[in-house]
């Protein structure tokens, strides 16, 4: 008896949070929606340009590339300053991430594992570096790798990067470093292992997603900044990012050359991206990203 | 080889770890170390494998210092209260990865991996992952491994805590098996004076960072040096309370009765008495003490009861076998053996054991 009077009550209330679910989702659905419409917009009509001739970029406003061509792409790939630009900025972006890596990696473990004096403050100042603009350090190393002879190579940008990423990388390393118990790297001591062959064989595995979420950040940071790699190089070492912004300033607007190459621009981040998602799930999960 | 530790002692930014520890440790035999948390275990067992420093005192190895040995070219497997192995390391490359360290030949280690494996049961997991196996699993994984090294010296660090009560008991099992064969020096920890019990060998009871007494874990049940190591090496603690030797009597609070015999002759004055939870009965028995009094509280664990009540104007635990409704604010009277007793000079030396032998575990 009381169980049926308090079912049909029950019953009726079950239907109200139904609907206001429902019309929830609309409404996230629908704001999700117009975020990613404004987020690929301007992707979209890159690519859309990138595929006209210049003459139609200027005077055809249609949603829909006009006369589609690759011509802007063919030309790209064979003239060499638009496609060795390319290969600048990739070697020292590379250069940047595996120096920073390299660097960070073991920088992080003495963070994490050992006490020194001053280790804090060693960590703080590293920060410091960060809190910069760039600018700052714009006309030390102009003057510093010119007189070295790095001015103009892939290096100069390179070195130049890992000042402001080194720091980023060792915070987020050893935040990673840190989950891990101390009691395997005792283990491995005690079982005979040397400490380099520990971190290669042991330990870097261990942090194999902190470490894909380093590299990420290191490879991002160096793939999109402007300032120092437009400073510290002039010809030789010309990156993509620059040859861009020279163009368009210099032999009028070629603006479908210039959405060809910023297609092509967007593509490693998009690539590496990709490989990296699952990493940067785990690193906001774990570590400190 | 004998290990010898001559007054060592450790100390972490002025607080006291280890203090006067004085031990010889010889191969082919199981050393339990028991103490409650904090009582100094673990700094005594990384101390022995090196990977902490005596802040005093020697520490030798068949007459060679060892502080100067550095902890990879030293002859030592550890076990730790957590799961340790090296999760990118398959089952078999875990056991093999300290064998291949020492560079052993390819047969030996192949011939050792299988060997330990199928001792802890684990042959049927060789290719997996140590992230694919379970709790209990991991653990054995990680005793494997320090059993493939047939280091002179094994330590573990209560190694069983983690996992559950039947497992527990059966790897207990093998392990007891597993160190009777061995010629190695074993030292294993624990908090538990029951496992301590079931272990076997010389238990080393530390308490506070100082070895308070040693010897087989049956002796130091039967004849605690003191009233702490009594109240240590007994889950629940063994009731201590206050109490006076008369000519004939026995005051226990307000309680007086004939003097037991075991008392030795011309003994008087204040003292404390002893009793084990377990040797206080629910049922009446000839010549039985009667304690009389009231309940506080009943705590039920799984086979027995706890009964904590007054009588004689002291508190009392007594653990009775069975499960029983005793509820607070009623009566309660629980029966003890005078020759049960044990008796505690006013500064905690033992005077006199209790008379009976009988069973451990009431």
């Known amino acids: 008896m009381t169980a049926i009077q308090t079912f049909v009550p029950a019953a009726a209330e079950l239907t109200r949070p139904k609907r206001t679910a429902t019309r929830a989702r609309i409404f996230s659905a629908t704001l999700l929606g117009l975020f990613l419409l404004f987020q690929a917009l301007p992707i979209y009509w890159i690519v859309r340009m990138s595929l006209m001739t210049p003459n139609n970029v200027l005077t055809r406003p249609d949603f829909l590339p006009v006369e589609p061509t690759l011509d802007n792409y063919r030309t790209i790939f064979t003239d060499p300053s638009w496609y060795m630009s390319y290969v600048h900025q990739i070697s020292y972006v590379a250069l940047n991430t595996v120096i920073s890596l390299a660097v960070a990696l073991p920088a992080a473990y003495a963070f994490s594992r050992y006490r020194f004096l001053g280790d804090k403050h060693v960590f703080f100042w590293l920060f410091s570096n960060r809190m910069a603009p760039p600018a700052v350090f714009l006309l030390p190393f102009f003057q510093l790798y010119s007189a070295v002879g790095l001015f103009d190579t892939p290096w100069a940008v390179a070195l130049a990067h890992t000042l402001f990423v080194v720091p980023l990388a060792v915070w987020i390393l050893e935040g990673f470093m840190s989950g891990i118990p101390r009691e395997i790297d005792e283990t491995a001591l005690v079982d005979g292992f040397s400490l380099p062959r520990f971190f290669v064989t042991v330990f870097m595995p261990m942090i194999a997603s902190g470490i894909g979420v380093t590299a990420f950040f290191c490879f991002m940071f160096s793939w999109i900044e402007l300032l120092l790699a437009r400073t510290l190089t002039s010809v030789d070492a010309r990156p993509i990012v620059v040859t861009m912004t020279r163009t368009a300033s210099t032999s009028g607007m070629d603006w479908g050359l210039l959405a060809a190459a910023g297609v092509l621009t967007i593509l490693p981040g998009i690539a590496v991206i990709w490989f990296v998602r699952n990493y940067i799930a785990k690193g906001f999960a774990l570590g400190r990203v | ?362």
């Open chain 2, 1 to 362: 080889m004998t290990i010898r530790l001559e007054n060592v002692g450790r100390r972490v930014d002025g607080a006291m770890h280890l203090s006067g520890i004085d031990l010889v440790l010889e191969p082919g035999r199981l050393y339990v170390l028991f103490g409650r948390t904090h009582a100094g275990k673990t700094s005594l067992l990384r101390v022995l494998a090196g990977l902490d420093r005596p802040s005093e005192g020697r520490m030798t190895e068949n007459g060679a210092d060892l502080a100067a040995v550095p902890v990879p070219s030293r002859n030592v497997a550890f076990v730790y209260q957590q799961f340790v192995n090296y999760p990118s390391f398959s089952v078999g490359e875990n056991i093999a990865a300290p064998l291949r360290r020492r560079g052993l030949s390819a047969e030996e280690i192949s011939r050792r991996v299988t060997d330990v494996a199928r001792r802890v049961q684990l042959e049927s997991f060789l290719d997996r992952l140590p992230g694919q196996l379970s709790g209990g699993q991991q653990q054995r994984l990680a005793i494997a491994r320090a059993l493939a090294r047939e280091a002179s010296l094994m330590l573990f660090d209560e190694p069983l805590v983690n996992l559950d009560y039947k497992l527990r008991e059966g790897l207990r099992e093998e392990l007891r098996g597993l160190f009777r064969q061995g010629r190695q020096i074993v030292v294993y920890a624990t908090t538990e004076p029951e496992e301590a019990l079931q272990m076997g060998g010389t238990t080393i009871v530390l308490h506070e960072g100082r070895v308070v007494q040693q010897g087989p874990a049956q002796e130091i049940y039967r004849k605690p040096q003191s009233a702490l190591v009594a109240s240590i090496f007994s889950e629940p603690p063994m009731n201590l309370v206050p109490a006076r030797i008369e000519a004939d009597r026995l005051r226990i609070g307000t309680l007086s009765i004939p003097r037991p015999a075991h008392i030795p002759a011309g003994l008087q004055g204040e003292c404390r008495i002893g009793l084990q939870p377990h040797r206080v009965r629910h049922a009446e028995s000839p010549g039985a003490i009667r304690l009389e009094g009231e309940m506080l509280l009943a705590e039920v664990d799984g086979s027995s009861t706890f009964a904590h009540f007054t009588a004689a104007g002291h508190p009392w635990v007594a653990r009775i076998e069975g499960v029983h409704a005793l509820h607070p604010g009623t009566a309660f009277a629980g029966h003890v053996d005078p020759r049960d007793l044990y008796v505690f000079a006013a500064d905690g030396a033992l005077v006199a054991p209790a008379a009976t032998g009988g069973p451990v575990h009431g």
